[in-house]
């Protein structure tokens, strides 16, 4: 199996903190993998470095074989790689196309000079976005009707499918998942699950997640990492993975009342 | 937040050492890069030596810049406590430092009306100049609450531009407001101060020899007084901060509004007491100014507010010790640049091009050092 | 289009259907009446806006209001103008200022960065004519006030056409040259930094007339040329006819009123269409995102630094052939022109038609521009005319000769403009005809963010995050 992102003693620190120590990570192309912990564990801000937002202070990551650190989070995204934020940071007064068709930038030929000129070639680009924009909202499993709506005014659920929807205009190779199942009830969680796995069967999109519900992270990874205080303390199979004592330690030690982890 | 005690002569000691080594060292290092340049540009001139040209006007550029630096400092304080707690500029402060000195020279043109300032000898000139003061504090102060009432609280919580569209209109309409009631009080819209009491002697201070030509080193008792404001409103401002219930309300509402509100302090009569004591400050700037540069006029505030709002970015902003620092950087840069500009560059570049120099350096500063020079890590270890 | 929300009063509906274009056509009619009664009146003036603006408000067709208002503009304003000129230097006026305004509603109302120093732009537009278009390249070496006067110009008047698009290349460049090292500042910096900007090209204005003379200082460049007129437009014939209808001598210079009010719409037409597609482009789209939200809008692919750098460019771009146009009407410009209050002017516009919104911007350039150099100026006549008189002052019993002359209204524009920048944030900070989208916006809170120096792979990110 050929490796698609490969993270190497990443770290990050922010003044004398250290967020992210020295992780590495490998994932596998077109697998679906997971990255748990508890909160304040530093997942977040590896996405982050990852996407390159923030710029590790040591180590190297490299994606698609390529070392992606010091680069700009746009050319990053450009080369295949775009993600999804754990507080839903949709561009709440454009609308539901508007955003996707933001998502879809790296792949929208039109220029300036075309619009001012209203050239064929941009009427061509922009119907062929505007098109594609459509297709990826019925997609993510949104009405045909729903593209008009200003963002802001979506249920919740919506938003974040809206999310998918805008990180899969940009064509990744690799999809960065932050926390996408949130605040969601059991039903709307089982479809967005079958989503995650549609991207990888039909479209054949490495996954990763970050999750904290634990159903969701043990019935769809093929491999899970475990974060905390910035450290991988285990990685493995969803099996491995819940038996491992440090995992366990690190939930139920500190956070045995906050968090419930349903093991089953 | 931990609780100490206070120590008052400490409170007041520290600033006062601050203050010194800022003024010191600044001064001392822009004296030398400019004695450095002198030194350089010696040869290319041979109708005057430049070195001693520079070195016979050093005294009195150093004693402009820092009173100056002082004014800058005040002013500074405004817009460093209202950002460090609203996280805001307000862009109007100018215009409160120029109601200020419009209170400050109408009590003393009265004063001189009603004849009470021809006998002022030193002591009783300080008392009416004090009292300018005081009254310069006491209006600009309440226009800045006034302000904020009206202007500025209905909008917090917007987005950041919202205010700050808000509070250019609030500078645009005060200046206007005042140009209007001294066109229709007095017919036009600029005032004098007037002159009185011994402040245009001066002290000698010391005399040197140059080349067989002696020269006075000497200071205005203006400049003195001037400073001696200074000293006592900075230190004064520092102790209120630093070593008061008051001063830990405004501290702990620029650290987290939320908590301190559950904390049981008001927030909205601390932001404010923030604004009167900024407003204060700027009122008293305002006074000095106009007796440092005797000419008021509606629209004096503009550009000292920009310059101080540089200052208080310069020093870091949100701290009080980096408004001082900034402000007496500021102060004697400008003071050297306006001084020595012209004569470096033959006449080319004169002292209009110090506006220049101050824009200059708040621009290097945002790109290069954004938290200031007393910002960031330094602070925190502190 | 955006009037169709404000539409739904049920005044403007009187105004739909057949019936209701009749009614506005014959609103305009009655407007162009009061007008041919006293072409000087500010009345009629302030009716024919009020005509404008209705027209674009009411619910019909485009086609229909397009076709109103292009009767109204290119046929009713230049008929009247030929018997009172000053209507179409208003009209010339309002063009140049809604082109300013709509490019600083690129950089302020599409990509959200607050500029308050656009007004440099235009001056580096009008001074490049000034310098190329006038005597200055010989003066260089003259002191100030010391002048030759020569007979020729170092380049001809047609030099203008092409001084337009450098104007525009200028203009551009300058705002990549400034937005390079600025544009990673957070909000409230960017707009000092700009207004520091701002002053800082006036005071290069005002001083740059040594060690080499290239602006002549506070005094101004002067004569600049104006472009030639086409031999036909000053032909006698064509002269004698137009005094006729004017029923007053018509001349070269009167043509030039004419000429320079079609050219400013002319490109104010451009800088509309080009502004529109803009904003419905991939161009306007990353604006919109980064202005809502900088963090997604780089995770989407949006390169932040060049996004931002093309707004700064394209506004600047339109007031730099402004610039060009302006200094050829007036023949003269000076630093006084470029003041600060010029651009908060110019933001004033932008901000009490809405930010974001072409019409609305359009239309805020129109009232501020009558209310700066008509409707003050004139209630400043009205004073001195009775200033002249032997009346007193209703309520204090002072005789008007004694009212300082300081009090002129049209002193007072700085008053206003801040008025109506409190009194819109605080109670309509959309402005007056919302764009589509900001509609909302501006009422809600804005969401936290990473630190703006962290989005940059590039940039150091080291304690930013530590405080």
Redesign the interface.
Known sequence: MSVILELTKVTKR????VAVNAVDLRIETGSISSVIGPNGAGKTTIF?TI?????PEEGDIRFDGQTIV??????I??QGM??T?Q?I??????TVL?NI???A??R?P?T?W???L?TRH?KQA?EE?RQEAQRLLLYVGLPRGLGDQ?A?NLPYGQQRRVEIA??LA?KPKLILLDEPTAGMNPQETESATRLFRKLRDDLGITVVLIEHDMKVVMGISERISVIDYGQKIAEGTPAEVRKDQRVIEAYLGRHAESTTISMH | MHLRRVNPFKEILRPLGQLLIFIAGSAVVISAITLLLAVLLRPTRIDIDILQTTLVLLPQVLIDGITLGFMYAIIAMGYTMVYGVLE??NFAHGEFVMFGAFAGVELLIWLNAQGMLKTAELGLALVWITLAVLLGMVVAGSLAVTTERL?YR??R??????????A??????????M??LQ??IN???YRTFPEFGPFAQRLTLFTVDMNGRPIDVAIQYKAIMLIAFGVVMLVALNYLVNATRLGKAIRSVAQDQKTAALMGIDVNRIIALTFLIGGALGGAAGVLWAFRFTRVDPYMG?IPG?KA?TAA?LGGIGSIVGAMLGGMVLGLLESFSAAYFSIFSR????A??K??FA??I??LV??FR??GLLG??TT?KA | MSAQATSTNRFLQIFSGPFGALLALLYAVGVTYVLTLDPRSLLGRLLLFSALALIYFIPQRPAVKFLLGAMLVLMVVPAIGLRNPFLLEIGFQVAVFATLALGLNVVVGFA?L?D?GYIAFFAVGAYLWAFFGSQQIWHVDEPPGTFTVYATFPFAAWWFWLFIPLGILAAAGMGIILGF??L??????L???T???G??IR??A??LD??INLTNGPQGITPIQRPPLPEFLTSPELLATLSRWAGRPINANDVYGFFFYFLGLLILGFTII?AR??D???????W??IR??D??????????RRTKL?AFA?GAAFSGAMGVLYAANRTFVSPETFS??AS?SI?VMV?LGGLGSIPGVVMGAAVVTLLNIDILQSLSLQLSSLRQGPDLIPLLGIPWKEL?T??DPA?????F??????LM??FR?EGMVPAE??R????????EA?PD?????????D?????
């Open positions: 922010f003044g004398g903190l982050n996407t390159g937002i923030y710029k010091g680069m700009r989070p746009d050319r995204t450009a775009c993600r934020f507080n940071r949709l561009f709440h007064n454009m508007e068709l933001v998502g930038h790296t929208t039109s300036a075309g619009a001012v209203r941009f922009e976005a200003l802001r805008r990180a940009s | 805001f500029i202007a209905p909008l919580g917007a987005p950041r531009l919202v205010p700050l569209i808000a250019i209109g609030v500078s645009f309409l005060l200046q206007d407001t140009r209007f066109s229709a017919g036009d819209f503009f920009l709002f970015v006449g080319a570049f004169g209009e091009y506006d220049i824009f200059g708040l621009i945002l790109i954004p938290q960031g890590k925190q | 959200g607050l308050l090292p600025v990673r500042l957070r909000g409230d910096y707009a000092i930094v207004l520091g900007f002053e800082v005071v290069l005002n001083n040594k060690p080009i597609r803009l419905r482009s991939k161009l306007g789209r990353s919109t995102a809502e939200d963090v997604a809008a780089v995770a989407m692919g949006v390169p932040l093309t394209i600060l209050t908060i933001l901000i300082p300081q009090l002193r007072y524009q700085r008053f403009f801040g008025l109506l920048l409190i944030m605080i900070p989208r900001a909302l916006e501006l009422h809600e809170e804005e969401g990473i120096a962290e989005l940059e792979g590039d940039l150091a990110p304690e930013k995050l530590a405080d």
